[in-house]
């Protein structure tokens, strides 16, 4: 399942609002395109829009005009400054752009700059796929052999390059013969437990259930549900987690109730330059995405809506943390910091 992919100077992306009646196409010839994309979340999930937004600096190098190497490079970070934008909350996205843009500006002329932008975003692509693949593998010894996953959002092959992050995980259990079933929330107010994560399972022969966000509590009473696996948008320093907003109900549902919490990610989600939570900026969306399912409204006109598009699970709440680098538990502060930093997975702040 291939969410992104680059195919003659342009970018595919999957359209994931239009999942799951149809699976459309969308080309992207330019990186304003590229942006719109990321914002309207055709494309979605903190790697994969890392990843799209390396290509978009690809194809802005590929459309400015060649003039003198550093005009270049200078209208090149312009377009660089508004990628990075599109999405606050992800690091992923300014860590994939100043990656990029890093290797640019080492660069001698426009012609190599153009090689290197792209050349670069590929590596960001594939290093992503074999990043989830070793997370998997690592994340799966905690997996019981008999085990029913709660997870919430869609931390899968449509998040990311490709195979998932806490997808990947439950993949990698099941591909070592462990009987795996899955309880997915619907994940309001875009429902991509409901339309991308029950899909992408039911595609891969999963044996999932879907919930409403607020059965979660009732499940996890009843032992339902045997740990909670989840991605996420950026984990801060002490190991706090801004993850798609509901996380966090769910992770002191999973607390109360004794079932571990295990976190998914790739290095490159880590903000060693970011202490803690309260230092993550929250996104907040367009009321449209509250009041409208599919277009439809569901409430009344005028009405004052709140949309903050992800929230804060304080770092007391998550019994692990599963990079690709390893499996970290609390003191998070310590074993976070002792990950490897490779010049695929450094902090940009």
């Not at 606050?88 to 300014?94: H, Q």
Request: proline letters at 5%; glycine letters at 6%.
């Amino acid at each position: 399942m291939n969410a992104i992919s680059w195919d003659n100077n342009r970018l595919r992306l999957l359209d994931q609002t239009r999942l799951p009646r149809e699976r459309v196409y969308v080309d992207c010839a330019d990186y304003q395109s590229v942006v719109a994309a990321i914002r309207e979340m055709r494309v979605r999930g903190a790697p994969a829009i890392g990843v799209a937004g390396a290509y978009a600096v690809a194809l802005a190098a590929n459309r400015l005009a060649a003039t003198s190497r550093d005009a270049f490079l200078r209208a090149l970070d312009v377009a660089c400054d508004e990628i990075a934008r599109a999405r606050p909350t992800a690091v992923n996205l300014s860590w994939a752009v100043e990656r990029v843009r890093r290797a640019a500006h080492q660069q001698s002329d426009v012609a190599a700059i153009r090689a290197c932008a792209l050349a670069e975003a590929r590596r960001i692509q594939e290093e992503d796929e074999q990043a989830n693949r070793s997370m998997g593998r690592l994340g799966a010894a905690l997996i019981p052999e008999r085990a029913t996953v709660l997870t919430h959002c869609n931390a899968g092959a449509l998040a990311t390059a490709g195979y998932g992050t806490a997808l990947g995980v439950l993949r990698a259990a099941r591909e070592q013969g462990k009987d795996v079933r899955v309880i997915a929330t619907e994940t309001r107010p875009l429902l991509q437990g409901a339309r991308l994560t029950a899909w992408e399972l039911r595609e891969d022969g999963f044996d999932v259930t879907l919930i409403t966000d607020s059965m979660a509590g009732h499940v996890l009473s009843r032992g339902e549900v045997d740990c909670v696996v989840v991605g996420a948008d950026r984990i801060a320093a002490n190991g706090d987690v801004a993850n798609k907003i509901g996380t966090y109900t769910i992770a002191v549902l999973a607390k109360e109730n004794g079932v571990p919490f295990y976190v998914a990610a790739p290095v490159s989600t880590i903000d060693l330059a970011t202490p803690s939570g309260d230092a993550i900026a929250i996104e907040e969306r367009p009321p449209e995405e509250v009041t409208h399912i599919a277009g439809v409204p569901i409430a009344p006109d005028g009405v004052r809506v709140r949309n903050p598009a992800f929230d804060i699970t304080p770092h007391r709440y998550i019994s692990a943390i599963v990079t690709e680098h390893g499996v970290t538990r609390p003191p998070y502060e310590a074993g976070l910091g002792r990950l490897p930093r490779s010049a695929s997975a450094a902090s940009v702040r």
